[in-house]
C-alpha cells in the first residue's frame, strides 16, 4: 500500500541491518600490506646499524691519531659508570619509601633481585619522560603489585635494600678514594638525582587529581548535544581517534617526499691531522697554513624514512695549502723534488729548506743549485681540486621546522686540477704537479646537519663536515694525513 | 577464542588473530565503506585501509565501549580522510531548499541496492553528510568539526543530497510502476 514516507526514513529502514562482503581476495591483500610494513620496519634498522657502523670505522680511522693519550681512557669510565650504580641503589631507597605510602604494612619481594629489577624500571622512566608522569605512574604501580603477590615484611626488604645500598656506596667510596672531588661529584648527583624524582612524584600526584576532571565537562556537553539535537553524542570517541590519529601519524615513518635535490656551496679548509709534508719530507717541520677554498655541487637524497636518509650527488672540491720557511734556487732536473713533476724539462726553480742552500758543499754532484734571489717569504702551493662523489646516510635527530641530522659516509675523489706552484713577492711560478697523489681516493664524512623548512618543500642547509681523506696518495711513506673541513649550504627542494 | 582474547592476540601482531577478527567483522565494515564510497571498488580500497588502520591502532582501545563502535568508527575516519577534501560546487545557492523530503511510496518497493547505487552516486560531500546524518546518526555539528565544514553548509548539503534522491527514488517508482 501506498503511504507518505521522509527519504530519511526510508533510507535509514532500508539500511538498517545491511551488510555486505567483500571480495575474498581483500584480506589476502591486507596480509600482503601488513607483510610489507613489516619487511619495511626491518630495512632501515639494518640501514641505520650501517650508519652507525660507518661512524664507528670513522671514529677508530682517525681516533689512532687523535686520541693518543692514554689517561683521559682510564678516566672516563670511571667517571661515568659509578655515579649511575649509586644512583640506581638510591633510588631503590626512594620507591621502598613510596610503597610505604601506598601500602600500610606489607612491602615485599619474593628475593632482592627481583624487586631491584623493577624498581630500576621505575628510575629509567622518570629520566627519560619527566613530562609523562602517567608512564611513571603505571611503573609505580607495577612495583606495588609485584611486591604484593610475594609476601616478606617491610623491615626485611628495606634491610636488604639499604645493605646493598651501603655496600654499594661502600664500594664506590673504595673506587673513588683517590680522587675526593669524584666523590663529591657523585653525592651531588645523587642529591640532583633524588629531588627530580621527588619533583616526578609530585607530578604523578598532580596529573593524577587532573586525569579525572576532564570527563566530567565532556559528560556535561555530551548531555546538552543529546537535549539539543535528539541523537547521540560522539564527541568523546571523536576525541579519542583523534588522539589515536596523532599516534598513528607519528608511528606512521614514511617520509612526505622521497626525494631531495640540494645543490650546496661551501668553504673548505684543508690541512693535516699531523705535521710531515706530501712533497717532501724534508719539509715536514715547515710551517704549514691550510687555505680557504670553494666547494660546491649537487647532493640529491632518497628519504628512507622521516629519519633516515641516503644521499650521493656530484661536487666539485677546491683544496689548497701552503709551505713556509723555504728558499728558492734554480738547478738542474735531478736535484729538483721528486714529488714535483716538472713542466719544464731544463734549469727549474727548485724548492728547499731554508739555510739548506748556504750550507751546500759545492763539491756535491747535487750542489749546484743557485739560490734565486726574492723580495718576499717564499711559499710553496698545492692546488687540488677533486670531482667528489659522496654517499652518505643523514640520520635526523629533530625533525621539526628546525632540523638537526648527524651524518655520516664516505666520497670518492676524482683528481681534477693538481698544481704545485711558488710565489715570494712579486715572484710567480707554476713548477708543475705532484707526482704522488691518487688519481682515485677515497674519504670517510661525518658531520652535523642543521636546516629550516620554509614549506614542505623548501628547506634551507647548513651542513658542518669533517672529511677526512682515506688514501690521498700513491706514495705510503708519505706522512701527510690531509683532511678537509668545510660548511656546506644550499636549499633543499623536495619532491 | 573470545572477542577479549582475539583483541589481545591482534595486539600482539598475530596473524591468525588478525584474520579472524576480519572475518568476524569484514562484512558490518564492508557495510560501512559501501556506504561511503562512491562505488564497490573504492568501497574495497577503503575497507583494506581501514583494517590496515585497525590493526595498527587496535593497541589503543582500550575496552572503553564496544569494540565493533570503535571499529565503525576508525572506518568512517579512514574513509572521511579521503573525500572531505574534495569540494563540491555550490551553483544553485538562491533556490529554495526543503527542510525535509517526503514521498508517496510502498513499502520495500525500492530495492536496497539501488538505494545504495544512488547514495554512492551523490558527490563527494553530499553523500558523506547524507550517510552521516541519516544512515549513522551524526548531528549537523558533528559532521561539521569532521568534515571541516559549517553547520549551515552541512545543512544545505543535506537538503541537496535529499533532493536529489527524492528525484532519483521517484523517477525509479515510476519506470517500475509501469512495467
Known amino acids: ?495 | 577464542m573470545t572477542l577479549e582474547e582475539l583483541i589481545l592476540n591482534c595486539k600482539n601482531q598475530d596473524l591468525k588473530a588478525q584474520e579472524e577478527l576480519y572475518k568476524k567483522f569484514s562484512g558490518i565494515l564492508f557495510s560501512v565503506c559501501l556506504k561511503y564510497s562512491p562505488n564497490y571498488h573504492e568501497a574495497e580500497d577503503n575497507l583494506q585501509d581501514a583494517f590496515i588502520t585497525i590493526f595498527n591502532r587496535i593497541e589503543q582501545f582500550k575496552g572503553k565501549g564496544s569494540f565493533e563502535g570503535w571499529m565503525k568508527r576508525v572506518t568512517v575516519n579512514t574513509v572521511l580522510q579521503k573525500y572531505r577534501k574534495q569540494r563540491v560546487f555550490n551553483l544553485s545557492n538562491e533556490e529554495q531548499l526543503e527542510e525535509e523530503a517526503v514521498i508517496e511510496i510502498e513499502d520495500n518497493a525500492v530495492p536496497l541496492d539501488f538505494l545504495l547505487k544512488i547514495v554512492q552516486e551523490l558527490p563527494d560531500r553530499y553523500r558523506l553528510v547524507f550517510t552521516m546524518y541519516v544512515l549513522d546518526d551524526y548531528t549537523h555539528k558533528e559532521i561539521s568539526e569532521i568534515v571541516g565544514i559549517s553547520v549551515g553548509t552541512s545543512k544545505s548539503n543535506l537538503a541537496r543530497a535529499r533532493g536529489i534522491l527524492k528525484i532519483k527514488v521517484e523517477d525509479y517508482y515510476k519506470i517500475n510502476q509501469l512495467k
Do not use: C
Not at chain 1, 650501517?50 to 683521559?72: E, H, K, M, Y
Not at chain 1, 608512564?135 to 609505580?140: A, C, E, I
Open chain 1, 1 to 495: 500500500m501506498k503511504k507518505k514516507k521522509n527519504i530519511d526514513k526510508l533510507f535509514k529502514e532500508r539500511f538498517k541491518n545491511f551488510e555486505a562482503n567483500p571480495s575474498p581476495d581483500i584480506w589476502n591483500k591486507i596480509q600482503a600490506k601488513l607483510k610489507e610494513k613489516d619487511d619495511r620496519k626491518v630495512i632501515p634498522l639494518w640501514i641505520k646499524l650501517g650508519g652507525v657502523a660507518a661512524l664507528f670505522a670513522l671514529i677508530f680511522t682517525i681516533g689512532n691519531s687523535l686520541l693518543n693519550a692514554p689517561l683521559n681512557k682510564i678516566k672516563a669510565p670511571i667517571v661515568n659508570e659509578n655515579p649511575a650504580k649509586i644512583n640506581s641503589e638510591s633510588y631503590n631507597n626512594i620507591i621502598v619509601a613510596n610503597n610505604d605510602v601506598i601500602q600500610d604494612e606489607i612491602v615485599s619481594t619474593e628475593d632482592k633481585n627481583e624487586i631491584k629489577t623493577t624498581n630500576e624500571v621505575l628510575i629509567k622512566k622518570p629520566s627519560n619522560t619527566t613530562n609523562n608522569s602517567n608512564g611513571v605512574y603505571s611503573s609505580k604501580i607495577t612495583v606495588v603489585s609485584n611486591n604484593k603477590n610475594s609476601r616478606v615484611s617491610k623491615k626485611q626488604a628495606q634491610q636488604h635494600l639499604i645493605q646493598d645500598s651501603k655496600a654499594i656506596i661502600k664500594g664506590q667510596e673504595a673506587v673513588a678514594k683517590g680522587n675526593t672531588n669524584l666523590a663529591d661529584k657523585t653525592k651531588d648527583q645523587l642529591i640532583n638525582k633524588n629531588s627530580e624524582i621527588n619533583k616526578n612524584v609530585e607530578a604523578v600526584a598532580v596529573n593524577e587529581n587532573v586525569k579525572d576532571t576532564p570527563e566530567n565537562p565532556s559528560s556535561t556537553e555530551k548531555k546538552e548535544v543529546v537535549k539539543e539535537e535528539n541523537k547521540k553524542s560522539i564527541f568523546d570517541a571523536i576525541n579519542e581517534t583523534s588522539e589515536e590519529q596523532v599516534v598513528i601519524a607519528k608511528l606512521d615513518n614514511t617520509p612526505d617526499n622521497r626525494w631531495e635535490v640540494t645543490p650546496n656551496v661551501a668553504p673548505v679548509y684543508y690541512n693535516s691531522l699531523n705535521e710531515g709534508s706530501s712533497i717532501d719530507p724534508s719539509f715536514s717541520d715547515n710551517p704549514k697554513n691550510g687555505e680557504l677554498n670553494i666547494a660546491y655541487g649537487i647532493k640529491v637524497s632518497y628519504n628512507l624514512n622521516k629519519r633516515l636518509s641516503m644521499r650521493s650527488g656530484l661536487s666539485n672540491v677546491n683544496l689548497s695549502y701552503s709551505t713556509t720557511g723555504l728558499d728558492l734556487g734554480t738547478g738542474p732536473l735531478a736535484v729538483s723534488t721528486a714529488s714535483i713533476e716538472y713542466f719544464s724539462r731544463n734549469n727549474v726553480t727548485i724548492v728547499v729548506d731554508k739555510g739548506a742552500l748556504v750550507n751546500q758543499n759545492s763539491d756535491d754532484p747535487f750542489g749546484n743549485i743557485t739560490p734565486k734571489s726574492t723580495n718576499g717569504e717564499p711559499l710553496l702551493n698545492q692546488k687540488i681540486s677533486y670531482y667528489e662523489m659522496p654517499l652518505e646516510l643523514n640520520y635526523t635527530l629533530v625533525n621539526k621546522n628546525f632540523g638537526i641530522s648527524v651524518i655520516g659516509g664516505f666520497s670518492t675523489l676524482l683528481l681534477a686540477i693538481n698544481e704545485v706552484s711558488v710565489e715570494a713577492g712579486d715572484f710567480n711560478e707554476v713548477l708543475g704537479k705532484a707526482s704522488n697523489l691518487s688519481p682515485l681516493s677515497f674519504t670517510t664524512n661525518v658531520g652535523l646537519g642543521l636546516n629550516y623548512s620554509f614549506s614542505k618543500k623548501l628547506m634551507f642547509n647548513i651542513e658542518p663536515m669533517f672529511k677526512y681523506q682515506l688514501n690521498p696518495y700513491t706514495d705510503s711513506s708519505v706522512n701527510f694525513k690531509p683532511y678537509y673541513l668545510g660548511i656546506y649550504s644550499g636549499l633543499s627542494f623536495k619532491f
